[in-house]
């Protein structure tokens, strides 16, 4: 192409240079013992154990919380590793992710 003189700037040099952020979701089911959700959280998530009742009673009663962010690679990864857990004992436990606003 033909140099116009004209310098491009990218646009990320005037941001603050830090990663997207993705949420991880647990979301409630009527199956899933709850002692077995409080243990993928610890497991998976590095939680306390009153931190993780916490998270759970909260899915439990309106239908899904917010576990922790991450990086979406992290989140993702995260995610899928506590719900295929949940998979290998034949529990339909699910966590999600999503992009936070
Ligand atoms: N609702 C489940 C039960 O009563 C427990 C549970 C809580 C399952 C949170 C999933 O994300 C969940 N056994």
Same mark, same amino acid.
């Given at each position: 192409?033909?140099?116009?003189?004209?310098?491009?700037?990218?646009?990320?040099?005037?941001?603050?240079?830090?990663?997207?952020?993705?949420?991880?979701?647990?979301?409630?089911?009527?199956?899933?013992?709850?002692?077995?959700?409080?243990?993928?959280? #610890? =497991?998976?998530?590095?939680?306390?154990?009153?931190?993780? &009742? $916490?998270?759970? @009673?909260?899915?439990? %009663?309106?239908?899904?919380?917010?576990?922790?962010?991450?990086?979406?690679?992290?989140?993702?990864? #995260? =995610?899928?590793?506590?719900?295929?857990?949940?998979?290998? &004992? $034949?529990?339909? @436990?699910?966590?999600? %992710?999503?992009?936070?606003?």
């Amino acid at each position: 192409m033909a140099d116009t003189g004209t310098k491009t700037r990218s646009k990320t040099a005037l941001k603050t240079a830090r990663p997207p952020l993705h949420k991880v979701i647990l979301v409630n089911d009527d199956f899933t013992p709850r002692d077995f959700v409080v243990r993928v959280l #610890k =497991a998976e998530f590095r939680v306390p154990e009153s931190q993780a &009742m $916490g998270i759970m @009673l909260t899915a439990h %009663t309106k239908g899904s919380c917010v576990v922790a962010v991450f990086t979406r690679e992290i989140a993702e990864e #995260k =995610a899928g590793r506590a719900t295929d857990l949940a998979r290998s &004992m $034949g529990f339909p @436990l699910l966590f999600t %992710t999503e992009p936070e606003e």
